[in-house]
């Protein structure tokens, strides 16, 4: 069954570095979302993004974070320069559109983030 | 913030089934209910959806009330791989939608 991928696993960065998440949502998905866990809370949207451009970002998404895809596999998401707070998982999702399923999102296995 | 209430933890014997409540009082008409669950330190993992009729699928059944203010999904068998944080979730079918977790409920299933 097809699934979204994420690289790295584990990232570990200095504060201030900027640091690049990547996945490779699964193919035909046309929406992509980036959502993050800081330990033992509740899993937050930060973006989504359609047609080459943000459909809708949260509080969280401010202008230290940044989305793109670059070529037809693959969707990024840059923190230009980390904070202590940046510490969290990050999850990819991509969007199915096509019933009998609807309109479900499927997640990656995420990428842990520490900043030290 | 999420519109579902769960309990926060729940046990369950392994080989029983596991049925979790999820209240959606203030559901609308066009909104869904969508289940994921998320095991230690993995992605969410979808379940299972359903507007009014009940459903079924490989991993799991979705019982909606008549009135849709509250399910229950149950795990026909409980196994200790299903041990994991599950969230219920009501959303509409709109493609860039995003999705709202709250705490959901913690089952632990027991040896």
């Known amino acids: 069954e097809p699934e979204v991928t994420q690289t790295p696993s584990h990232q570990v960065t200095q504060m201030g570095q900027e640091v690049i998440l990547r996945c490779v949502p699964i193919?035909?998905?046309?929406?992509f979302y980036w959502y993050r866990q800081i330990l033992g809370q509740k899993v937050e949207f930060l973006v989504s993004?359609?047609?080459?451009?943000?459909?809708?970002k949260s509080e969280i998404f401010d202008d230290q974070f940044s989305v793109e895809r670059p070529d037809g596999s693959n969707f990024t998401l840059k923190i230009r320069s980390t904070k202590l707070e940046d510490s969290a998982m990050y999850f990819c999702?991509?969007?199915?559109?096509?019933?009998?399923?609807?309109?479900?999102?499927?997640f990656g296995p995420g990428t842990r983030l520490l900043v030290l | 913030d999420a519109k579902t209430t769960q309990p926060p933890s729940m046990d369950c014997a392994e080989g029983r089934a596991a049925n979790l409540p999820c209240n959606h009082s203030?559901?609308?008409?066009?909104?869904?209910v969508y289940w994921y669950r998320q095991i230690h330190s993995q992605g969410p993992q979808y379940i299972i959806h359903?507007?009014?009729n009940n459903e079924t699928n490989e991993m799991a059944s979705l019982i909606i009330t008549e009135d849709r203010k509250s399910s229950t999904l149950i795990l026909p068998h409980a196994t200790l791989r299903d041990t994991a944080v599950y969230y219920c979730?009501?959303?509409?079918?709109?493609?860039?939608?995003?999705?709202?977790f709250g705490k959901g409920t913690r089952l632990h299933i027991l040896p």
């Open positions: 359903g507007l009014k």
């Open positions: 193919s035909n998905h046309l929406y």
């Open positions: 999702a991509s969007n199915d559109r096509a019933p009998p399923r609807g309109e479900t999102q499927y």
């Open positions: 993004f359609y047609n080459n451009e943000i459909s809708e």
């Open positions: 203030t559901i609308s008409g066009n909104e869904y």
């Open positions: 979730i009501v959303r509409a079918m709109n493609r860039d939608d995003k999705i709202i």
